[in-house]
């Protein structure tokens, strides 16, 4: 079952501009990661925020996290063409027996950010 | 790129056959996910490998079965190949079973015909 939902599903615009990504999710979580994926191959892992932190910085990404609203926002800012790929967020989730579930990916969102 | 590697990168299989996948963790981890993922959709989580044990499994039915190696290197294997199970099959390796940062391999195409 798939967890996340990221929103918009597409997302096209130009270089230099801010894109921004959301995500939802249902149940608590341990953590939510971001990864981006080119053209149907591995994911790159982008950056992974923890349940207690609200918001983390990595060169032109920002992202932040609302455990309350169980949303997550990605922020690529000063867009470039290399940024063309499909951003994907994932939650950790806790499970019924209180362990720990493995990463659980939404359906991904397609940045398109054109020269 | 990471130091993740997986082959083939390609396989064409008929319904029925079976298939294994193999995956190289990064230098230093212990432990390997699996994921499956159809054309459009989010990787779906198959099981994770951790110290040559089973340590979680998705919803995947029984035909679909790894194992984990001592130099922490994997093998996913596929019985009864169906036409669904078309699809890139990613594995993943991290520093730990949870909490820690996934590298993925560049991924295995299966097509099933």
């Known amino acids: 079952s798939q967890q996340g939902e990221e929103d918009p599903q597409a997302l096209s615009i130009q270089e230099g501009e801010n894109a921004t990504m959301n995500c939802s999710y249902k149940t608590s979580i341990n953590n939510l990661q971001w990864y981006r994926q080119n053209s149907g191959r591995g994911l790159v892992h982008l950056i992974l925020?923890?349940?207690?932190?609200r918001e983390k910085h990595s060169g032109r990404l920002r992202v932040t996290l609302d455990t309350s609203k169980k949303s997550s926002s990605l922020l690529i800012t000063a867009s470039r063409a290399a940024d063309t790929a499909s951003y994907f967020c994932?939650?950790?989730?806790?499970?019924?027996?209180?362990?720990?579930?493995?990463?659980?990916f939404g359906k991904g969102m397609k940045l398109t950010v054109n020269p | 790129e990471t130091g993740v590697t997986q082959s083939p990168t390609h396989l064409i299989k008929t319904r029925g056959q079976q298939v294994t996948l193999r995956c190289s963790s990064q230098s230093g981890h212990n432990t390997v996910s699996w994921y499956q993922q159809a054309l459009g959709q989010g990787p779906q989580f198959i099981f994770q490998y951790y110290r040559e044990e089973e340590n979680g499994r998705g919803n995947f039915p029984p035909r679909f079965s790894g194992l984990q190696f001592p130099n922490y290197s994997s093998e996913l294997n596929v019985n009864a190949l169906e036409l669904d199970d078309s699809a890139l099959y990613l594995c993943?390796?991290?520093?730990?079973?949870?909490?820690?940062?996934?590298?993925f391999g560049p991924g295995t195409r299966l097509t099933v015909t």
């Open positions: 994932a939650t950790d989730a806790f499970n019924l027996q209180g362990g720990s579930e493995k990463l659980v």
């Open positions: 993943a390796s991290s520093q730990g079973t949870s909490g820690y940062e996934q590298y």
């Open positions: 925020i923890r349940s207690n932190e």
